[in-house]
């Protein structure tokens, strides 16, 4: 939605100040030189919420369970926990559990006796699930100029074909994603996660 909504305030913005010729009318001209900010523009707001995540996350510790259990560093567990949970927690470097003698590395025949075939079917369905989310994205435009919610691309200039596909995207976010996705936080608890996606 704040995609969208970002896409249709820039391709508005650079429509109004770059008025250009259809496509239909002159094939050169309707794509004008500042069309590459466009996107440029669009992408780069994308890029805030991510850099902002990658930098909270690098701020956070490393949880206690890793640092004492894999790094093997009973104190600087016992530290983290402290500043995380503002209490004072001792570490107690003897009752560390130690790793366990059955326990098998990730690339081992082991793993993949026991953990192979659900592995696999998870990777299979979240790639046939990418395969018909991404490829509807990339479709998306052509889909709407097919039923008819924006005209064909040769009848306008490339913003603002920009603005007309933001503007259906973003009300698909409007109309649907974003109530979906309140839908389901309401009652996952009732429903159930498997019933809620049927």
Not at 75 to 83: H, P, R
Not at 91 to 106: I, K, T
Request: glycine letters at 6%; proline letters at 5%.
């Amino acid at each position: 939605l704040t995609a969208g909504i970002v896409a249709l305030i820039v391709s508005a913005a650079f429509d109004h100040a770059f008025p250009a010729p259809s496509y239909e009318l002159n094939p050169v001209a309707s794509t004008v030189p500042e069309a590459d900010y466009v996107w440029r523009i669009i992408l780069m707001f994308g890029s805030v919420p991510a850099a902002m995540t990658y930098y909270w996350r690098m701020k956070m510790p490393e949880t206690a369970r890793y640092t004492a259990l894999v790094a093997k560093n009973a104190k600087q567990a016992a530290s983290d926990m402290s500043k995380v949970l503002q209490v004072d927690v001792l570490a107690e470097e003897n009752r560390v559990e130690h790793e366990s003698s059955d326990s098998f590395g990730l690339f081992t025949k082991k793993f993949a006796r026991r953990h192979g075939l659900h592995l696999l079917g998870t990777s299979v369905c979240w790639f046939l699930l990418d395969i018909g989310y991404y490829s509807s994205n990339l479709f998306q435009k052509d889909i709407f100029s097919s039923i008819g919610w924006i005209p064909p691309a040769k009848t306008m200039n490339a913003i603002h074909e920009v603005y007309l596909v933001a503007r259906a995207q973003t009300l698909i976010a409007l109309c649907g994603t974003v109530p979906g996705y309140w839908f389901t936080v309401a009652l996952i608890d009732y429903i159930g996660r498997f019933a809620i996606q049927l």
